[in-house]
């Protein structure tokens, strides 16, 4: 019996070493299922790994203490706004002086290859005031901002921007120089500041597709060829500011139908109105003493003109050509009119001299040549001042 018990004890504890083995096995298994190395070190999931929290975890970079932390941004946090297509510019892509006159930066040259661009209100703590060839035939730009810090728009600063549509000038802005917009070709909108006491020579000219332009009320003088060839130019208002309007200011500008000209005005200069060949009226207002040479020549269309009393000197071809006026009066203001004044007016039938101050001096004999369709009560008139008038 006792050998039989001894038996049954020693399988038990066989039995016990067995299962406590076959455990062993299990859990080394079951670590070595999740946690697999590759020969290089680096951890990998296997095929069935363990559930992950969705969460998303934030990623920072740890640096020294002295330093503290990063907190890396996102691509979107990082990204630099795009500001309605204005394109803002560094320093570098400007050529500028300091002008002490001005007392502030001049900038006279763009170096960039923007094409809407905001022209900024300072450099290096100094107001920017004046632009002064800065664009000149730079065919890129579409769009312009000018800042309030801008008192002068100087020579050819915007010349040749043909690709230029439409353009705002501030009320900071005093004067618009000589040739500032000349041959921006598409330029169809202009809004000059109310500041603007002149508009230089040729400072539109051959902006060809402008329609229209309001001059403001603190414009004195309107310079020569200021508006020249603008060919669709079909309106224009000129305050009572203005008191000259000089020569070719609207020259051929073809599309001009009627131009009111001010009290203010004393003088119209040679060519100032020459060849709007569809202007049909005109009234010269008693403030003008001088009518310059040819200010009217070649308004082939004009067929109401109205000389107020007040004029006293009509300059040479100051009506040549227009061919469509058929009577004119001459104020009893006038002191003089020159050669061919009226020459080639070729249906001319009436002229109604009312001055007696004129003579075979200041009455010219070549004033009314050409102007083939004068009644024979008209040649009679002229013909007692200047025996030596000719109408052929």
């Not at 549509?165 to 598409?186: H, K, L, N, W």
């Amino acid at each position: 019996m006792k050998r039989h018990n001894l038996f049954i004890l020693v399988g038990v504890l066989l039995l016990s070493v067995f299962l406590s083995a076959c455990g062993s096995g299990v859990n080394r298994d079951d670590a070595s299922e999740y946690n697999t190395q590759t020969p290089s070190g680096v951890t990998t999931p296997s095929a069935n790994p363990p559930t992950q929290s969705n969460t998303p975890t934030q990623s920072i970079d740890m640096q020294t203490p002295s330093q503290g932390y990063v907190d890396t941004p996102s691509p979107e946090e990082s990204a630099v706004p795009e500001i309605s297509g204005w394109t803002d510019l560094p320093e570098e892509d400007w050529e500028y002086r300091y002008d002490q006159y001005l007392d502030g930066i001049v900038l006279t040259r763009y170096r960039g290859e923007g094409a809407q661009i905001r022209i900024p209100s300072e450099i290096n703590g100094d107001s920017v005031v004046g632009l002064d060839s800065t664009f000149n035939d730079y065919v890129s730009l579409t769009s312009v901002d000018i800042p309030d810090s801008v008192t002068t728009i100087g020579f050819k600063a915007f010349a040749g921007c043909t690709e230029l549509t439409s353009v705002t000038i501030p009320d900071s802005v005093t004067e618009i120089g000589q040739s500032a917009f000349e041959g921006c070709t598409r330029l169809t909108n202009v809004v000059i500041g109310d500041s603007v006491t002149t508009i230089g020579n040729m400072a539109f000219t051959d902006c060809i597709s402008l329609t229209s332009v309001d001059i403001p009320n603190n414009v004195t003088v309107i310079g020569s060829g200021a508006f020249q060839r603008c060919a669709s130019l079909a309106s224009v208002t000129i305050p009572e500011s203005v008191t000259v309007i000089e020569g070719g200011a609207f020259r051929h500008c073809t599309s001009l139908t009627s131009v009111t000209i001010p009290e203010s005005v004393t003088v119209i200069e040679s060519g100032a109105f020459g060849h709007c060949t569809s202007l049909t009226s005109v009234t010269i207002p008693g403030s003008v003493t001088e009518i310059g040479q040819s200010a009217f020549e070649g308004c082939t269309g004009l067929i109401d003109l109205t000389i107020s009393e007040g004029v006293m000197l009509i300059r040479s071809n100051a009506f040549a050509g227009c061919t469509g006026l058929t009577s004119v009066t001459i104020p009893r203001s006038v002191r003089e009119i020159r050669v061919f004044a009226f020459g080639n007016c070729s249906e001319l039938i009436s002229v109604t001299i009312l001055t007696t101050s004129l003579n075979s001096t200041t009455l010219d004999a070549n004033t009314f040549q050409g102007c083939r369709s004068l009644d024979k009560t008209s040649q009679d008139a002229i013909l007692a001042i200047n025996r030596n008038a000719r109408f052929w």
